[in-house]
């Protein structure tokens, strides 16, 4: 499985982002997609992330309210930001993992949110 991200950007605080992530190569084995982050300093955390037939979703407590996951395809699931603040800037990873807990990362997509 191959992980293309797109969508990262410089925004004013307070705006909005849409992160997109496209699957390819063996798509039909993927169970969950999903966003990582990484500020500079600080560990990779988990953003939020969605199981295949969208009925299964899990955020971070941090972006609860403001950011919402979806998937549209076996292929594609985006990440839509809301109410951005400057504690949101950081590297987002897209993520994917199939039904033998392999994982898949992709190449991270730089958001900076400016105050």
């Known amino acids: 499985v191959q992980l293309q991200a797109s969508g990262g950007g410089l925004v004013q605080a307070g705006g909005s982002l849409r992160l997109s992530c496209t699957a390819s190569?063996?798509?039909?084995?993927?169970?969950?997609m999903g966003w990582y982050r990484q500020a500079p300093g600080k560990e990779r955390e988990l953003v939020a992330i969605i199981i295949i037939d969208g009925g299964w979703k899990k955020y971070a407590d941090s972006v609860k309210g403001r950011f919402s996951i979806s998937r549209d395809n076996a292929e594609k699931t985006y990440l839509q930001m809301n109410s951005l603040k400057p504690e949101d800037t950081a590297v987002y990873y897209c993520?994917?993992?199939?039904?033998?807990?392999?994982?898949?990362w992709g190449q991270g997509t730089l958001v900076t949110v400016s105050s």
């Open positions: 993520y994917a993992d199939d039904v033998d807990t392999d994982e898949y």
């Open positions: 190569g063996s798509i039909f084995s993927i169970d969950r």
